[in-house]
């Protein structure tokens, strides 16, 4: 059928209907603001971010150590209740060179995401961070790297207590 | 278990487009349309309606689904709308399916469509609500983090070079040229991939396919109904899904498991034992052009690591041994979310019925899959159909 069918329907519109006034548009920008309770795993996780520690926890049946930590472990399907101080150490499991923001618009300075997996968690698992104090050529995957901390008194309670990991 | 035999009998489709004069319910109307009349079908015949569409976020409107009810014909009728990110299309195919395999329903309309130029300045906005909102949000992530990530993980875990994919890009906007709805469709060189702007290293902007507006609709049957309609139903042989965790950063990122128990129950509900000569066209999801690559290994229609060879190679091109998106894929036709995957249920029924025109690919081809991925990369949605 689609080889017999010449004209598909659809109105593509190029900038110049825009420019010329022929296309009609009506805006709206919400304002949206929530307010998220960080739940009983999460809750004990930013304290010790706080506190300038990494927990995790473990499950007491088949030994996996997570983090961020919660309150289910996704295999067993059992509590997980055995909480577990990890290092502030680990090693790039990915990592990307990011040079846009959030809306595709241009970044002056590229950023460095990575995957980092926490030394006293599971093999594989991982956070998501920021590298820095590393030329963004220089980093690999496998690159051990250590947390960068805000000092104390300008802790949160948040993940950006940490700023951000850098080689060790 | 006891299910009746399904068939797709129809489908149409709008262009895809950058941004589109019609509204998603006229979009929605214009595809549905398209598909009945593809079938000489009415709307009468149509027992229930299964529709697919992004979050809400994406468009400002709240429910979706109601509000492209009347496009997509749905009124007075039992309907539905499904959502798994970008793996929607293909899985709301698989709604429409068990809509009529249970034997609740003789007759099903699947629609998917996608507006995404209405949200300012860019889609990408609407998306960083899949991020953790306390232990992720808060480092200021953009979309293209993921896919970046998850393309270098597999890159390094490899060794596979950056113009070893960039061959997927330029195969796919190339088949595009012969897709009248197609958006993208160019000629271009590994040379281009390569020297396009970097967004987040590895993705450069010619390893992305665009954000379009459009919708595509398909009609499914129960086996006495579509024997009916046409001579030549083209039968959904099997249907496979699955969901792997949404904690991300955990999991292994160079290979996609959940595509993997998604295509083996499909392949095991067809009775396919050997995937890489039992199935003659593959339409995989092609967000990106590493994505084409990482799914047929998901797929086990190449070893691990190995599918750029096989594209390089030119197994996969329209005239290989197995050949892979012949539409042109997202990176080429376009890339309307749910439409996008039900794109490549379309192509692959036009396939199997010797109606791609240009498109064609050689071999009358008696069976193919069409595959999607999406939710937080982490689900993946298989159908295979059958002449
Ligand atoms: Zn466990």
Known sequence: MSANVENFPGTPLSQADFDEGKILTTHWKPKLEYGWDAGVAISRYLAELKNGRIIGIKCSRCRSTVVPPRVVCEWCWEPMDDWVYLKDTGTVNTFSICYIRWDASRAKEPQIPAVIEIDGASKGAGILHLLDEVNADDVTIGMKVQAVWKPADERTGAITDIRYFKPT | ?387
């Open chain 2, 1 to 387: 278990m006891a299910m009746r035999k399904v068939a797709v009998v129809g489908a149409g489709m709008t262009k895809f487009m950058r941004r589109a004069q019609e509204t998603g319910r006229e979009l929605a109307f214009q595809a549905s349309r398209m598909a009945l009349d593809s079938c000489e079908m009415t709307l009468d015949d149509i027992d229930a309606v299964a529709l697919g569409t992004a979050p809400d976020a994406f468009d400002g409107l709240h429910m979706k689904g109601e509000y492209l009810s009347d496009g997509a014909g749905a009124w007075h009728k039992p309907y539905m709308r499904c959502y798994v990110g970008g793996g929607t299309g293909v899985f709301a195919a698989i709604q429409g399916w068990y809509h009529v395999a249970s034997g609740l329903f003789d007759t099903c309309l699947v629609v998917c469509e996608e507006k995404m130029s209405s949200c300012m300045p860019h889609p990408q906005g609407a998306f960083l609500t899949i991020f953790d909102h306390t232990t992720e949000r808060a480092l200021k992530p953009n979309l293209i983090w993921i896919f970046a990530l998850e393309m270098n993980r597999y890159m390094t875990m490899h060794g596979i070079e950056k113009k070893d994919i960039a061959l997927v890009a330029v195969k796919n906007k190339r088949n595009a040229l012969d897709h009248p709805c197609a958006q993208l469709a160019a000629n271009i060189t590994v040379e281009d991939v390569l020297n396009s702007e970097v967004l987040a290293w590895p993705v450069q902007r010619l390893d992305i396919s665009p954000t379009s507006d459009g919708a595509v609709a398909i009609v499914m049957a129960a086996e006495h109904v579509a024997k009916r309609i046409t001579d030549k139903p083209a039968w959904v042989r099997g249907v496979g899904w699955s969901l792997d965790t949404a904690y991300w950063t955990s999991r292994d990122l160079y290979y996609p498991k959940y595509v993997e128990y998604a295509a083996r129950m499909a392949y095991d509900m067809a009775g396919i034992t050997e995937p890489r000569k039992e199935i003659h066209v593959v339409e995989p999801y092609d967000p990106f052009d590493y994505k084409e690559l990482h799914h047929l290994e998901g797929l086990l229609l190449a070893d691990k690591g190995d599918a750029p060879r096989l594209t390089a190679e030119g197994v996969t091109a329209r005239d290989g041994n197995m050949p892979v998106c012949p539409s042109g894929g997202m990176l080429g036709v376009g890339n309307p979310i749910a439409a996008a995957g039900l794109m490549k249920i379309s192509e692959i029924f036009w396939q199997l019925r010797g109606e791609a025109g240009k498109r064609q690919v050689p071999g009358q081809p008696k069976t193919g899959l069409a595959q999607s991925w999406g939710d937080l990369m982490q689900v993946g949605c298989v159908m295979i159909l059958g002449v």
